[in-house]
């Protein structure tokens, strides 16, 4: 159980484009769910938390305009790279946290992750 | 400053050996310290989890210890295996339980374990 998904696991695409990264909970519910970068060699950065419903909340340094986060149900939370540039190029982790992992063990399943190379 | 700091950065271990991680941390105030596993190119996978009133938890062969004075802990791998070859990560949450979503979690940059045959 606790099974999270990311689609696509690996992209390529072009400086200028755009690209969507989906997250889903396959098998709960989850309330929140969070968007990870990370850079080789590099642990886990927060890029933003995004709740069912509302709008996401991201951290310092992090564009939101470029990095368009919408977690419109309880299973599915997207991330879209804006006008992708070369540097955007990392490995994209989402995790998302159900009901129950609230309180003091903060419970959250991780996606394979997102590996995308911007050219 | 809440800082999470691992060693070794690396270790190259024989296959069958046992070895131990180590994780320092400066995280104010603690709430729980997480050891997760990492495979190359894939998510974290959590391994144990210890809140400050627990000094060790197991995981088949992976045993963590926490000592919350010293603020240290210590990941500890039996008879390690080919698959055991991963970054190990330890991750401090940081912030009182009703916080919500003001609790951070606190990432070290992991140890990275080969396991050689």
């Known amino acids: 159980g606790a099974v999270v998904s990311q689609h696509p696991s690996r992209v390529i695409c072009k400086s200028g484009t755009s690209v969507k990264i989906e997250c889903r909970s396959l098998d709960f519910q989850a309330t929140t769910m969070f968007w990870y970068r990370q850079f080789p060699k590099q642990s886990l950065m927060l890029m933003a938390t995004s709740n069912e419903g509302s709008k996401a909340t991201y951290e310092q340094g992090v564009e939101k305009d470029k990095f368009l986060i919408n977690h419109a149900s309880l299973t599915l939370s997207t991330l879209t790279v804006t006008s992708a540039h070369p540097e955007d190029s990392s490995f994209y982790i989402c995790s998302a946290r159900p009901h129950w992992g609230r309180g003091n063990t903060d419970t959250q399943y991780f996606g394979p992750g997102t590996r995308l190379t911007v050219l | 400053k809440n800082q999470v700091e691992q060693s070794p950065q690396s270790l190259i271990i024989l296959e069958g050996k046992n070895c131990t991680l180590q994780c320092n941390y400066t995280v104010s105030p603690f709430s729980n310290l997480r050891w997760y596993k990492q495979d190359t190119g894939r998510g974290p996978v959590s391994l144990t989890i210890?809140?400050?009133s627990e000094n060790t938890k197991s995981n088949g062969r992976y045993t963590a210890t926490l000592d919350a004075d010293t603020k240290q802990s210590s990941l500890h791998i039996t008879a390690s295996q080919l698959s055991d070859s991963a970054s190990y990560i330890c991750?401090?949450?940081?912030?009182?339980?009703?916080?919500?979503?003001?609790?951070?979690?606190?990432w070290g940059l992991g140890t990275s374990l080969a396991v050689n045959p």
């Open positions: 991750v401090v949450t940081r912030g009182h339980e009703n916080a919500g979503n003001n609790r951070k979690l606190i």
């Open positions: 210890m809140t400050f």
